[in-house]
T-cell receptor, first 116, second 113 residues
Framework: AQSVSQHNHHVILSEAASLELGCNYSYGGTVNLFWYVQYPGQHLQLLLK??????LVKGIKGFEAEFIKSKFSFNLRKPSVQWSDTAEYFC??????????????FGKGTKLSVKP | DSGVTQTPKHLITATGQRVTLRCSPRSGDLSVYWYQQSLDQGLQFLIQ???????AKGNILERFSAQQFPDLHSELNLSSLELGDSALYFCASSGDRGSYEQYFGPGTRLTVT
């Protein structure tokens, strides 16, 4: 079974600082990777996704992620964070059983606190 | 707003009881997924239905069951509740085959006392 590791449990940054959240996955074959964000008290929202092609993917709100196959990594980045980015961030890999079968495997999440 | 709706928003019940959580997927989505989010276990996949049929099972307890109805809404039934079942239960939906994006509902917060 696939697994996802997020290295940082809680990251605290000041506004305008740069952000990089680590994510590693275990599966060596074709992967579909996602970053979701959960703002306080809200549901998960899709930030960005990687299926194939350009390993540098851009998402909403200025976030981007780089897929590095050799490192089994899919790190999330943002050049300059804002207080409104305070949230929990989840990396996920789609575990595909074939056809319409499958599910997301999530990492434990990283809480980001941005100080104004 | 993802287009996925869940009811109720909050549920408080006692140990040993049974509850039903409801989810309506986005219009046109055939797949429904249920996830449990707790502090100690994180986000865990429970079960997937596709067009009324069970398609994948994760860490779902035998006390839990789900179904998807002809109108594609889904229900998650939790019985013989224990304190440890207190969690956020999310429903997600996705569309055509090969579309792996899942859209999440607002969740149901279950508190077992």
């Amino acid at each position: 079974a696939q697994s996802v590791s997020q290295h940082n449990h809680h990251v605290i940054l000041s506004e305008a600082a740069s952000l990089e959240l680590g994510c590693n996955y275990s599966y060596g074959g074709t992967v579909n990777l996602f970053w979701y964000v959960q703002y306080p008290g809200q549901h998960l929202q899709l930030l960005l996704k990687y299926f194939s092609g350009d390993p540098l993917v851009k998402g909403i709100k200025g976030f981007e992620a780089e897929f590095i196959k050799s490192k089994f990594s899919f790190n999330l980045r943002k050049p300059s964070v804002q207080w409104s980015d305070t949230a929990e961030y989840f990396c996920a890999v789609f575990q595909n059983y074939g056809g319409s079968q499958g599910n997301l495997i999530f990492g434990k999440g990283t809480k980001l606190s941005v100080k104004p | 707003d993802s287009g996925v709706t869940q009811t109720p928003k909050h549920l408080i019940t006692a140990t040993g009881q049974r509850v039903t959580l409801r989810c309506s997927p986005r219009s046109g989505d055939l797949s429904v997924y249920w996830y449990q989010q707790s502090l100690d276990q994180g986000l865990q996949f429970l079960i997937q239905y596709y067009n009324g049929e069970e398609r994948a099972k994760g860490n779902i307890l035998e006390r839990f069951s789900a179904q998807q109805f002809p109108d594609l809404h889904s229900e998650l039934n939790l019985s013989s509740l224990e304190l440890g079942d207190s969690a956020l239960y999310f429903c997600a939906s996705s569309g055509d085959r090969g579309s792996y994006e899942q859209y999440f509902g607002p969740g149901t917060r279950l508190t077992v006392t």
